[in-house]
């Protein structure tokens, strides 16, 4: 159950755990030599204040640390995202 | 190094004696452990892994040494791979 395929997840809506919609999945980024999640490359949301996130081109990053679930939806920890502005 | 998941797609997978695997299509992920958990390969090479019937196989991260322009694994004798054997393949690991 644990066990997902990233390309089922891709274009998966994400949304902190207050019910915000925060957008879509882009990407996952991990490390290459203990396979260890990183971050999620996420495409906000139009209303979605981006100034608390890194940035990359018209993406933003959410530590893989935040997500609290995975399953028709993502939820991210909107607690752990907002303390590590 | 970090990489981004969906540049592992398309990616040639071979081992570390040379021998190639497949392709990659797609990527497991292990939510509860935050990691990678295998790698889906198709068009696997007969003289790699017999597959049988089945479409591919899925490779687990650990046998995984090198991430770079291609990517390599552990090189393993060729046998018998059911399409979700990575259990298996991790209690005979165990044994060893």
Redesign the interface.
């Known amino acids: 159950m644990e066990k997902v395929s990233v390309l089922k997840l891709s274009e998966k809506r994400v949304m902190d755990s207050e019910g915000v919609e925060m957008g879509v999945l882009h990407n996952i980024i991990a490390e290459a030599g203990t396979g260890a999640l990183k971050e999620l490359v996420v495409k906000p949301a139009e209303d979605l204040d981006t100034s608390k996130f890194r940035k990359e081109d018209e993406y933003i990053f959410i530590p893989f640390d935040a997500v609290k679930a995975i399953k028709d939806v993502i939820i991210v920890d909107s607690e752990k995202i907002r303390t590590r502005a | ?6 540049s592992l ?1 398309g990616q040639d997978l071979y081992t570390d004696r040379g021998i190639r695997v497949g392709k990659i ?14 790698l ?1 390969v198709k068009n696997v090479n007969p003289n790699a892994f017999s597959v049988g019937k089945r479409k591919g196989v899925i490779i687990p ?1 650990r046998w ?1 040494t090198a ?1 770079g322009d291609i990517v390599l694994i552990k090189h393993v004798k060729r046998r018998v791979m059911e399409s979700e054997t990575e259990e298996e393949t991790e209690r005979t690991k165990e044994s060893k």
Do not use: F, H, N, P
């Open positions: 190094m970090e990489i981004e998941l969906s797609y299509e797609d990527v497991t992920v292990d939510i509860k452990e935050k990691r990678i958990s295998g889906a991260y995984v991430i």
